[in-house]
Each structure stands twice: as C-alpha cells, then as structure tokens.
C-alpha cells in the first residue's frame, strides 16, 4: 500500500515534463507555466496550514520577498539567476522565521490576523522604498536565465520545465518531511498543541521550521516569477494572491501534497477555460467552486490527521 501511495509522483512529473511537446500554443504553454508556478507555492503554504495547522494570511509577503530579492541582486550586484534563486529562498525562509519569533505564541484567529498584516506592511514597504524597489512603477530589465549560451528569454516552455522540475523537487521532500519525524512532531501539534508540549515537543522550534521551510520555498517560486516576467511591481503580490493560493490548499486537501497540487492547477486554469464567457466566467467559477465544497468540504484528497500520517508510514 505504501508503494502504490507513492507510484503517483513519478508518473505524474514524466506526464507533465513532456506536455509542452504537444501541440499547444505559446498562451496555452503560458498558462501551464503559471499553473505550476501556484502549485509550488501551494506546497509551501501547505507546509505551514496543511502540516503545521498555522493559518496564514500573508503567504504573498515570503513570495513578494524572494522576488524582490532576486530583482536586486541581478540588478545591482549583477548575480546570475542561478545564485538568485537559492539566494532568495534563503532571504524568504530567513524572513519568515523572523516574523515567527515575535508572533509564534498567538494562535488560530488572531495569528491569521498577524499575518495578514505582515502581508500588507510588506507590500507597502516595497511600494515606498522608491530608490531600493522602484516603488509602484516596480524594477525592470531583471536578467532571465541562461544555460550556457542559451538565453531563456520570453519564451514560456523553458521555465515551465524549470518550474516542473522545482516541482518535482518540492513534491518529493514534502513527502519525506511527512513521514519524517518532523512530520510526525506537526501533525500532533496540529492535531493539540498543548498535548504535543506536554510530551516534550518544542512547539516553538517546530513552528519556526514550518515557516521557514513554507517561506524558503515561496521566495524560490518569487525568483522564478522575478526572472520570468523580467519585472517586479508590488500590485503582483496583494492580498488576494495569499486568499488564493490558500484556496488551492483547502481545494485540494489539508496535509495532502499531491492536493495541493491538484488545487492550484484547478484555480489557475478553470477560470482561463472559462475566458468565453466573458464577464460570466468568474460568477461561473464562483458557483462550481461553492458546489465543490458542499460536496466535498474535507477537499479532494481529504484532510491530514496524525492517524493517516502514521499510517502513511
């Protein structure tokens, strides 16, 4: 049984490596690459609420973070993207935990409320920091990668490869840090955080890894963004973006990494499917995903407990 739980992540990564040799077009490919983009910031928001139990508001600011951290090193000091990218996820997960420490012992409503407005001083940090971030009008002319001589460009197949195989990565050590001890320490903090201290769980410890891992892999999905769109603007990282990539978590299941994948690539290409029907499609997609939850609340992979976890093992 744990074999055949597992046989899904290669098959699925093989499938998704070769669609872009399919006959689609330049949008279609486009819209891919961005899907897969969100499906790796789901995973790490899915460390954090899935994992964890920490709600979070403000998932946006780690994203807005590692791709501001890009913009500048490869503007500035002329780094590559390829020391960018573990560079920003560094500064991202660093930033995270930073605002772990101060706010680590509130909880359920009123930590999301913390959050959120960790969200927004970020946003409005980066729109008034003119001279370091250009302010509203954003930075420009952000290096794109290169492997050798070839320039990735504008065109969209190389960073959805790119952004595959993050995802592949990300998939897989999400999937070892479940089962892992660690994993096991966050469920039974999720599932009663007082019961977990009394064993002699350092719940604070655990707590400041869960946002350190979800804000590393948010700032490495930031750079990707950074070096993709050649251009940074803080309007690309409001509240909205965090209400919608914990959407994708809750769409596809608490604690499950291959839900949270389904999710985001659910959120991210319905209302593309839906761009006929004009002013319609967002009430369309509205109502399928309120039918959705009616019908499955837990999610479509469910929802994670210390007893599937254990049984995962």
């Known amino acids: 049984m744990k074999k055949q739980r597992r046989d899904w992540m290669p098959w699925t990564f093989l499938i998704l490596a070769v669609l872009p040799f399919f006959p689609f077009n330049s949008y279609q490919i486009d819209v891919m690459a961005n899907a897969a983009l969100y499906a790796l910031l789901a995973l790490g928001l899915n460390v954090i609420v899935g994992f964890a139990g920490l709600l979070h508001l403000g998932y946006a600011a780690f994203f807005a973070i590692g791709a501001y951290a890009c913009a500048f090193l490869n503007l500035n000091l ?19 935990v930073l605002l772990g420490l101060p706010v680590i012992r509130v909880r359920g409503d009123y930590l999301a409320i913390v959050t959120l ?27 794109h990668p290169m492997i050798g001589r070839f320039n990735f460009g504008v065109d969209s197949r190389p960073y959805y490869w790119l952004l595959t195989a993050l995802l592949a990565l990300t998939a897989w050590i999400c999937s070892r840090l479940r089962r892992s001890r660690i994993g096991l320490a ?18 604070t410890r655990l707590k400041l890894m869960a ?8 700032g490495m999905a930031g750079s990707v963004f950074a070096a993709k769109q050649g251009t940074v603007t803080p309007d690309s990282f409001d509240f909205i973006v965090s209400v919608m990539i914990l959407s994708m978590v809750i769409l596809g299941g608490l604690g499950s990494v291959r839900g949270a994948i389904v999710g985001a690539v659910i959120l991210s290409i319905t209302p593309e499917l839906l761009r006929e029907f004009a002013v319609y499609r967002m ?13 499955r609340p837990q999610g479509l992979f469910g929802a994670s407990s210390l007893k599937r976890v254990l049984h995962a093992r």
């Open 211 to 218: 946002l350190g891992v979800g804000g590393a892999v948010a």
């Open 117 to 143: 407005g960790f969200g927004e001083i970020v946003r409005i940090v980066v729109t008034n920091l003119e001279p370091w971030t250009g302010g509203p009008n954003g930075l420009m002319g952000i290096g």
């Open 283 to 295: 009430l369309i997609f509205g109502l399928l995903m309120i039918v959705l939850m009616r019908v």
């Open 186 to 203: 966050w469920a039974a903090m999720k599932e009663d955080e007082l019961a977990a201290g009394c064993l002699g769980m350092d719940t």
């Open 78 to 96: 002329g780094y590559p993207f390829w020391i960018c990218l573990p560079v920003s996820a560094a500064v991202a997960g660093a930033a995270a």
